[in-house]
């Protein structure tokens, strides 16, 4: 994603969060299937763009999380 997308999701609410990560999951589980039963991904770096995300996503949740618990 893009800085201005970051920027975005920086003040979306948790429940959006959370749909965006279960949606990138959902995203990366379909290229790994695509990938595994031998079918040529058109981009195979999204493998990675996606894990990231994904990373990024859970890591401001939990900055949220022990933000609210303080």
């Known amino acids: 994603m893009k800085a201005k997308e970051w ?3 920086r003040v979306s609410a948790e429940a ?3 749909a965006k990560v279960r ?3 959902q995203e990366l589980f379909n290229l790994r299937l695509q990938q595994s039963s031998s079918q040529r991904l058109e981009r195979p ?3 990675r763009e996606v894990r990231r995300d994904i990373a990024r996503l859970e890591t401001l949740l939990r900055e949220r999380q022990l933000k609210a618990a303080k």
Do not use: P, Q, T
């Open 45 to 47: 770096s999204r493998l």
């Open 23 to 25: 949606d990138l999951r």
């Open 7 to 9: 920027n975005e999701i």
């Open 16 to 18: 959006e969060l959370a």
